[in-house]
């Protein structure tokens, strides 16, 4: 029903957007969003390769599935629609892979990455240590933001800080508070 509901939603005058693994996507679905004016489809990728990205999905061909989903949204686009957007949930396993994610986003002609750290209590096996937090300010966000100027991407510290960085944001982030707070007054 998912076409049906979105339909109804653009005809509502909304912007309908959805995150998707895009691993059913196919010609069909991405000419119907197009047709229909969706207004923006959410990659979801754990690295910028099959090795990494179907290690953490748990699923041989995943990365396959979701990079030929991400190119046909961008080739049945209509004016636009809808626009591309990557979301990147980063762990300890797979933070060291965001400047390769950027540039696999750049080539499928994403117009975002969205960084997203794991926030949830229970996951010390997946959520970045302090060495890891420390790595990632020191080596990996000056990549980052370098990548996300050259390609157009936001330099928002947010984008490029996702784990913060002041005092009090490193502190949530050793809890595992990534959101720092946000959700407590920003109810999805």
Do not use: W
């Amino acid at each position: 029903d998912f076409l049906r509901i979105a339909e109804a939603g653009v005809a509502l005058g909304m912007k309908v957007n959805f995150t998707t693994n895009a691993t059913l996507i196919d010609k069909d679905t991405a000419r119907a969003l197009g047709k229909l004016g969706v207004n923006s489809v959410a990659v979801s990728f754990d690295g910028a390769d099959a090795k990494t990205h179907d290690r953490m999905r748990g699923v041989e061909g995943a990365f396959k599935a979701a990079t030929r989903g991400a190119g046909l949204v961008r080739k049945y686009a209509k004016k636009g629609l809808p626009k591309l957007r990557i979301n990147m949930v980063l762990t300890r396993r797979n933070y060291h892979a965001a400047p390769d994610v950027l540039r696999l986003a750049h080539d499928l002609g994403a117009v975002e990455v969205h960084p997203m750290p794991v926030d949830a209590k229970g996951q010390e096996n997946i959520r970045l240590s302090k060495a890891h937090l420390r790595d990632y300010k020191a080596n990996i966000a000056p990549e980052v933001k370098a990548l996300r100027k050259q390609f157009g991407f936001s330099t928002d510290r947010d984008y490029v800080y996702p784990f913060g960085r002041t005092k009090e944001e490193a502190n949530y982030s050793k809890q595992g508070l990534y959101s720092r707070g946000y959700y407590d007054t920003h109810r999805c």
